[in-house]
């Protein structure tokens, strides 16, 4: 069975700091795409980053760029999210999601055209 569980989660204020860990099994890590997305209460769920297991390549968005650093560890199936200089509008349920083969934009597709999703970890940045 796939399974992709994010730990990691947690309180922090302002200008603070955490890491998010996605484990992944049940799959061939090495040959997917793993992305971190977000969920604000009554808000749309947006894409926040993504990696390409197969070559390294990375994504952010605008809104994290310069804060969040994804990275992978291949040996471990685990794709990691450091978040620094965390802002109160960063809230949300963070969510992995693993995609075949590569890191891609599907237009008009609500979940981004990932394959499998985790069920996400709440991060709170107080002011």
């Known amino acids: 069975e796939v399974q992709l569980v994010e730990s990691g989660g947690g309180l922090v204020q302002a200008g603070g700091s955490l890491r998010l860990s996605c484990a992944a099994s049940?799959?061939?890590?090495?040959?997917?795409?793993i992305g971190w997305f977000r969920q604000a209460p009554r808000k749309e769920r947006e894409g926040v980053s993504c990696i390409t297991n197969s070559d390294g390549s990375t994504h952010y968005a605008d809104s994290v760029k310069g804060r969040f650093t994804i990275s992978s560890d291949n040996a471990r199936n685990t794709v990691f999210l450091q978040m620094n200089s965390l802002k109160p509008e960063d809230t949300a349920v963070y969510y992995c999601?693993?995609?075949?083969?590569?890191?891609?934009?599907?237009?008009?597709?609500?979940?981004?055209?990932?394959?499998?999703w985790g069920k996400g970890t709440l991060v709170t940045v107080s002011s």
């Open positions: 049940g799959f061939t890590f090495d040959d997917y795409a």
């Open positions: 999601a693993a995609t075949f083969p590569a890191c891609e934009v599907v237009e008009g597709d609500p979940d981004y055209g990932m394959d499998y």
